[in-house]
């Protein structure tokens, strides 16, 4: 292709790819029932990309959602709001876990997300109790979550909105994180072993 032929092509951003790909798929089925209002617009590009994103590696999965330098993301995991997700270099995320960031989520360098693991920025059953379960209903509450750098969080665990986890914790599996972890600490279901991470200890526990 010459540059003059090229230079009428426009480019198009990720978005709007997948937005055309859907309308032509439309087109196939045109009985189906669609409905082109912004809100729907901007789910639908995160299901395709979530479709597309099937068939890719981890590596390439975490490209296609912008993350950064050496980030990995499983099949089946699920980030709400992408863009309101901070998180750092080298992080892996597992087959599907949950990444709430409608509320502000913030997550360090060197974490692990674990298999199943739901990290929640938003609560919405006040919605249910006061029959107002509407969408954009004002008695969902949003509360920023952060995780730091080096965090291993093995699934299934939960982690609930407002939450602070500070640097280099292991969280063990099946465990809730309702209230905030200090750094260095060892979470085993409810329970925190706080600051018990110690260099020296850490040392130890590379050498078994």
Known sequence: ????????????????????????????????????????????????????????????????????????????????????????????????????ASGGLEIGSHTSIG???????????????????????KMIKRLKTKVGSGVFIGGPSVILPGVTIGDQVLIKPFSKISRDVPSRSIVDGVDIKEGVLSDKFLMKMSRR
């Open 1 to 100: 292709m010459n540059k003059d032929n090229s230079a009428n092509f426009k480019k198009i951003t990720q978005d709007e790819f997948l937005l055309a790909l859907f309308s032509k798929l439309q087109e196939l089925v045109p009985d189906l029932s669609v409905k082109n209002n912004a809100r729907n617009s901007g789910l639908r590009v995160d299901i395709l990309r979530r479709l597309l994103g099937q068939c890719l590696t981890d590596d390439e999965r975490a490209e296609l959602y912008n993350l950064p330098k050496g980030c990995r993301i499983r099949e089946g995991a699920k980030i709400i709001s992408p863009e309101n997700l901070k998180i750092g270099e080298h992080c892996w995320i597992g087959e599907n876990a949950i990444l709430d």
């Open 115 to 137: 298999l199943s693991v739901y990290i929640w920025t938003h609560s919405s059953h006040m919605t249910n109790l006061l029959m107002c379960n509407e969408i954009k209903s």
